[in-house]
């Protein structure tokens, strides 16, 4: 069964800091794998994703995660962050066969302080 | 980017009532929709799958009875919860797929709908 493992509620990072919003994952083969942010009183928005290629993907916003096979993690990376990055991350993944829907992590709430 | 509208954002209804929520794809195509349900600090969890003009498949656990999807156009599914209890309270939100290329990979997600059933 595939599962998302967010093993951190809440993240505080001050402004201008790097950050990072961990995930962990199970899934039978390759996988395919997601984040999404979610701002207040709006839906869930895409960031970035994992297919095949560069271990590194670059997404919206400045934000990056790096897919680490012998880990099973897909780690949420930003260099600098800013206060209007506060918001709810959620990461998902799938497995490749057929038209399977998303298994979602419960979310990490990020806080940037000023 | 493509846009999934869903309504209403937040509903309070009495128990033993019906509450229809609607979710729409506004610039695509839907084969596929999904439904899911997020009790407060869990995360999204699957209801059911619809495809468009065939019967949904619900997940485990799920009364396909009380939860109704109709997804009878590639724009537009609905739930109704009908006769919703407190229980039934929660955030549910819609995702959908034009169902080209890579699976899934393309997912669009409606804003959500708060419900309420006092």
């Known amino acids: 069964a595939q599962s998302v493992a967010q093993p951190e509620d809440q993240v505080n990072v001050a402004e201008g800091n790097p950050l990072t919003v961990k995930c962990t994952y199970s899934v039978s083969g390759n996988p395919y794998l997601f984040w999404y942010v979610q701002y207040p009183n709006r839906g869930l928005q895409f960031l970035l994703k994992?297919?095949?290629?560069?271990?590194l993907v670059k997404g919206s916003y400045g934000f990056e995660a790096e897919f680490n096979k012998s880990q099973t993690s897909f780690h949420l990376k930003k260099p600098s962050a800013l206060v209007s990055d506060s918001a709810l991350y959620i990461c998902a993944v799938r497995g490749w066969s057929g038209n399977t829907p998303l298994v979602f992590g419960k979310g990490t709430r990020l806080s940037v302080i000023a | 980017g493509a846009v999934v509208s869903q309504h209403p954002s937040r509903v309070i209804c009495k128990s033993g009532t019906s509450v229809k929520i609607e979710c729409r794809s506004l610039?695509?195509?839907?084969?596929?929709m999904f439904w899911y349900r997020q009790f407060p600090k869990q995360s999204l969890m699957l209801m059911a799958t619809?495809?468009?003009?065939?019967?949904?498949?619900?997940e485990q656990g799920v009364e396909k009875d009380k939860f109704l999807i109709n997804h009878a156009s590639l724009t537009l599914s609905t739930l109704t919860v009908t006769s919703a209890h407190p229980e039934d309270s929660s955030f549910y939100i819609c995702?959908?797929?034009?169902?080209?290329?890579?699976?899934?990979?393309?997912?669009?997600f409606g804003s959500g709908t708060q419900l309420s059933v006092l």
């Open positions: 610039d695509f195509q839907a084969t596929t």
């Open positions: 995702s959908a797929t034009p169902g080209t290329g890579v699976p899934n990979e393309k997912l669009f």
């Open positions: 619809s495809n468009e003009g065939s019967k949904a498949t619900y």
């Open positions: 994992y297919i095949t290629g560069d271990n």
